[in-house]
């Protein structure tokens, strides 16, 4: 059977990623997403108004023209989880192609709600729950399966999907870190990696995400995080003023950790912007999180303004909100708070608690920088980088490699500095650039079996 890789997003930046598998005439696409970044170095850009030609233009989605050149079928839109630059372009091109959306219950919720802000097209593709653990057919000849392995990211649900084929699996391996203790959710499913890589002809190809491969030893797990947290937050323990917290949106476990230490501390957690909403309101009304029945999430500018006002009225001392702004974006909660465009009024002394890391990409660590010395000109003081990466470091590498033993490497998810690192493990591991280590760009073809 003939299998060919289309490498269309993602492999020139951190960001809209998209990869296309062929097995003889069954195609899956895995991941349709957004370069947030490209977006955000437009002023007042609504990525839902916008015409999918203008947001190819301006790099903010992929540019799936070379699906042309794949002589076969799209069976399934597979995205890997809800972060958008892996769902972010689905409402501006999955109308593109007769094709369901196959995912896990909380990033088909995700994907729905992208699509149901959609503005410019009408998508009308078929979307399909599928957990991790279950495995579907593609196409019609019986020969070709979908699989959805457990893996552990800073997003809950995350799967990485393996296409089995006659010639052996591909693993499509973004994004995750090798957990074994999540605050929420199963550990990564290590067996099954392994099992995967010694059953049938193995693994045929294995596409891989290279965020942290410069980084020695082991991404720490969730539970690290959690106490670093915990340490702060019980440290403020007797601090009378104003304490913010700010992490991902998405980052269910994290947001978790900050609710439970608040009341720990005394203080009444409330969550603030329109995606921390979004993303924990989702999480509890599919029962992946069992919130306190009191916590407030307010999204609408108004309902943030009103909770403000009630905070500065009743004492900052009382409440610990959780915004959006992480990463000082122009029209985020924090961002709004910094510039003094907001009721609650920051003092010297406040305590501003960064549980994320600065995304290290151009864009973000500039405007971070802004809102951080923004926030110091207020009085405030930053505790920063409480966190731990979705990402694997080195050694999570190793481990991969040495699961799958896959017979052609593809990296992915950097751009081609950013691939060095990984280059370099995977030929001590044995590999070589243009045999089985396949370097690539954005809109190339890899022919694996003719």
Request: charged share 25%; proline share 4%.
């Amino acid at each position: 059977m003939e299998i060919e890789i289309a490498t269309i997003g993602g492999y020139e930046e951190v960001g809209r990623q998209m990869t296309a598998v062929r097995a003889g005439d069954d195609v899956v696409i895995f991941d349709m997403g957004l370069n947030l970044s490209q977006v955000l170095i437009h002023d007042n850009v609504e990525t839902e108004r916008m015409h999918s030609l203008d947001l190819i233009d301006m790099g903010a989605i992929p540019d799936d023209r070379v699906m042309s050149d794949l002589e076969g079928d799209v069976k399934a839109i597979v995205p890997t989880h809800g972060h958008l630059d892996h769902i972010g372009a689905i409402s501006k091109l999955a109308h593109r192609y007769n094709a369901p959306v196959v995912a896990t219950p909380f990033t088909i919720e995700l994907v729905k709600q992208q699509i149901e802000g959609e503005q410019k097209f009408g998508v009308e593709n078929d979307l399909i729950k599928m957990d991790a653990g279950e495995t579907m057919a593609i196409g019609d000849s019986g020969k070709v399966d979908l699989e959805f392995v457990n893996v552990t990211h800073s997003i809950i649900d995350a799967i990485n999907p393996v296409l089995h084929t006659p010639e052996g699996a591909v693993v499509y391996g973004l994004d995750k870190r090798i957990d074994h203790t999540p605050v929420i959710g199963d550990p990564i499913d290590m067996d099954r990696f392994r099992e995967i890589g010694r059953e049938g002809n193995g693994v045929l190809a294995y596409i891989e995400d290279c965020t942290n491969a410069s980084k020695k030893g082991r991404t720490p797990s969730e539970r690290v995080a959690r106490e670093h947290l915990r340490d702060v937050l019980y440290s403020l323990e007797d601090y009378d003023g104003g304490i913010v917290a700010t992490t991902f949106s998405s980052h269910i476990a994290r947001v978790k950790s900050l609710v439970e230490f608040a009341d720990d501390i005394g203080r009444q957690p409330v969550l603030l912007g329109r995606s921390m909403e979004k993303y924990s309101g989702t999480a509890e009304r599919l029962d992946f999180i069992d919130f306190p029945t009191d916590l407030g999430m307010f999204g609408h500018r108004k309902s943030v303004d009103r909770t403000f006002k009630r905070i500065m009225n009743e004492g900052k001392g009382d409440y610990l909100p959780v915004v959006t702004g992480h990463q000082g974006e122009p029209r985020a909660m924090l961002t709004r708070m910094a510039r003094g465009e907001t009721p609650y009024e920051l003092d010297d002394g406040d305590k501003v608690v960064f549980s994320a890391r600065v995304i290290p990409e151009p864009t973000n660590e500039g405007q971070r920088y802004q809102a951080e010395k923004l926030l110091g000109m207020q009085g405030a003081r930053v505790y920063d980088d409480i966190h731990v990466s979705g990402h694997l470091n080195q050694e999570g590498h190793y481990e991969m490699l040495d699961a799958l033993q896959p017979q052609h490497v593809i990296p992915a998810h950097q751009d081609m500095s950013g691939y060095s690192s990984y280059v370099n493990l995977c030929e001590s591991e044995g590999y070589s650039m243009g045999r089985d280590l396949h370097v690539t760009r954005n809109g190339n073809l890899i022919q694996l079996v003719d």
